[in-house]
């Protein structure tokens, strides 16, 4: 008879702690690259002035090569990614290509690590926060942005909201393996208590989530920090075919900015319950943003969806505790799926509206990835509560 093994969070880069945020994240690089440091930290008020461009061509040629630390390799990526943007996207005037003291490094680095050279939810998020108070947990009251973008206080709040979302799912995902190890030994019992705290982590993340309102205007949102999130060769955009990486190749990179779906919640929750999308664009745009991830939590999603299946294994079950359990989950999932929307429709959706009629034109509404957002996420919605076990 052979022995059941468990899923190890930990074998996927994956905190029990803080999940797939970096547990307590490294501040600083070595004194050669402390340049990277001082720009990216002054990237709001250099871009302000109009000078953030001229400051990164000035920046000396590093070698990334010798960040031989994972830690050192993630804090050179959100450095550098944020750097790329605010060179791109400081004004009207932009650049068809990245210069060589920041495109080299940015891609040797983000082809060590497995993540693209673009500002993306691994550098400018997981990456991207340290605890005001050492001696305390991490939580949203203690938690504060290493870097930020244009946007001000509204910008760093939204930041900081994203990533306590994310701290929020951590416990969940203990109760992931833990649920797949109860499925694994025929435990129906285990598995309900383990769906009962991936459903409460959901619950709290919306929770969390409630507090955007608090500091981040739509106009802030819209107007500054957007337009840093874009990445290069969205079609519509000033970049339609790509950036070019001076020194690196003659061909134009296209890279999607950042989007919530580059996050792995809800790519883990819809592989471990078995929530299928089938619509074709939802579908193929999902499988794209794995790309996104870090590589780890990649695998950890691909590890999950070659498990038997949670849905399956319930239905078969003919327990109506544990029917009860996973129902409750995905009422959760689209209850967050439903704010999500509402924010959505706030900070993007009426102005993107408020533009078109300021303007007379026609003005985007789609996602920072490109998708035509709201018909994206309602359908994702949907085909959430489709997989409610009915009978």
Known sequence: MS??????LSEFNISDCTGFLIEDPLERLPEPFEVWHKLAKSLPELVKKGV???????????????????RQQRLAHLQLSVIASGYVWQDENVPKKLPVCVAIPLWNVSETLGVKPVVSHPGLFLANWQRKDTSELPSLSNMRCLYSLPGGEDADWFLIITNAVELEFAPALKCIVNGAY???IGDMDGLASELIGIRDALVNMKETFTNIHDKV?????????RPFLGGWGKEGSALPDGLLFEGVS?????????????????ACLDAFLGIQHSQPESKTFLLLMKDYMVREHRMFVEALEKRPSTREFVVSSCDEKL???????LTAAADFRSFHIQVVAKYIVSMANKDQQDSKEKSEDKGTGGTNVMPFLKGLRTETKDSVITK
């Open 3 to 8: 022995t059941v093994v468990p899923l190890k």
């Open 52 to 70: 953030f461009r001229d400051a990164v061509d000035e920046l000396p040629i590093l070698d990334s090569s010798v960040l031989k630390d994972e």
């Open 182 to 184: 109860s499925m694994d």
């Open 217 to 225: 205007s739509p106009a802030a949102f819209y107007n500054d920090l």
């Open 250 to 266: 003659d061909v134009p990179v296209k890279c999607i900015g950042d989007t919530g779906a580059q996050t792995s919640i809800f």
């Open 323 to 329: 029917k009860g359990a996973y129902n409750d989950c």
